[in-house]
């Protein structure tokens, strides 16, 4: 049976671990003939709903800008980050993680925090400078696709404290808060064209770059902690619900700049 599954697929079932389809339709019978009963590939519906709607904000994110509506083009994309973050979690919790489900994960990625970031920041300030403009778009977008992909040849290779570059998420959350925060303040994008110019490229050759960036993985959040870090806690969340741009691009400007501290501080030790 196994050299006919060989067949209808065009590549080979392991022997030792369970097969795709056997982790999505149970145990198989090798009494049956396949020509019988056909093996169907399926895929975890719950995970794959989340990378989805992660999908789908991004997407939305370049119809927004598209339409000049720049604010909600930001928030989207901050949108496309809390979905991206519960899919993993309910994966994992579910027990629903398969090979499908990170790929169709990386593609979204690629759309919500490499496509639409970059694209985004040269509708609303870099199209005034010509191919200045759409070459610092480019180098974002470039700058993703090549950190998502080392990000996928390094799973279990990579020290799980630490990312190697600036994660994509966290360099969307760049560009879509100064965005966003400006767009609100009432400055339009051509006054910030020059400083768009040098952050959005800079943010995606940090994410290729070999500086290290806190993943926080390691942070104990089930055990007990003081009552102050509570208090602490709800007054960011305070600030943010006053403040949601201003909040959110000072931490991740933060978040990106306490990166490079790290490099200049370990090379004057």
């Not at 360099?171 to 994008?189: E, H, K, M, Y």
């Not at 806690?233 to 201003?246: D, G, M, Q, S």
Request: glycine letters at 8%; aromatic letters at 10%; hydrophobic letters at 55%.
């Amino acid at each position: 049976m196994k050299k006919k599954i060989e067949k209808v697929f065009d590549m080979p079932v392991e022997e030792t671990e369970k097969s795709p389809i056997e982790g999505a339709e149970g145990e198989m019978d090798d009494t049956v003939d396949s020509e019988q009963k056909q093996p169907h590939r399926g895929v975890y519906l719950l995970p794959n709903l989340f990378t989805t709607a992660a999908l789908f904000s991004g997407f939305y994110s370049i119809i927004a800008a598209m339409n000049g509506d720049f604010t909600h083009a930001a928030v989207a994309i901050f949108i496309s980050m809390v979905f991206d973050g519960l899919d993993g979690r309910v994966a994992r919790l579910t027990r629903t993680q398969s090979a499908f489900g990170a790929e169709y994960d990386s593609l979204a990625d690629m759309v919500s925090f490499g496509i639409a970031p970059a694209l985004v920041a040269f509708t609303w300030a870099l199209a005034p400078l010509g191919k200045v403009g759409w070459i610092a778009a480019f180098i974002y977008a470039v700058g993703a696709a090549l950190r998502l992909a080392r990000f996928n040849t390094m799973i279990g290779i990579e020290d799980k404290r630490y990312f190697t570059g600036l994660p994509s998420p966290a360099a969307a959350a760049i560009v879509a808060s100064v965005i966003w925060a400006a767009n609100d303040s009432g400055v339009s994008g051509e006054s910030l064209a020059t400083v768009m110019a040098l952050l959005v490229p800079i943010t995606g050759l940090l994410m290729v770059s070999n500086v290290k960036f806190r993943s926080f993985k390691d942070l104990d959040v089930k055990g007990r902690v003081p009552f102050v870090v509570l208090l602490i806690a709800v007054l960011v969340l305070v600030f943010v619900a006053l403040e949601p741009a201003i909040v959110l691009m000072g931490v991740f400007c933060l978040y990106g700049l306490w990166g490079l501290l790290g490099v200049v501080s370990e090379r004057f030790r």
